[in-house]
């Protein structure tokens, strides 16, 4: 979780480092998910993060049109969760 804190910290969120995001989520046991809908106007990312049942947390999720930002913030949720 500290390497993935640190790219959040310091906004080194790159198109390399995206793919390391999720792994970094799915080493915590978690499950990230992008979904890219091309019927909407806006809003044409859903990023979801699960947890498993035995963890207790809800759903994070987060609409939006900026993939790279979308993920930042969802992100940033997740690090404080």
Known sequence: MKELQEIIKNRLLTRDS?????ELVRQNGDCLIIKSDGQRIENTYTLIITFPEQKGKE???????DLLEGLYQL???YCQA
């Open 59 to 65: 759903m994070l999720r987060y609409d939006c049109d």
């Open 18 to 22: 995206f793919i390391l995001c999720f």
């Open 75 to 77: 992100l940033t949720k």
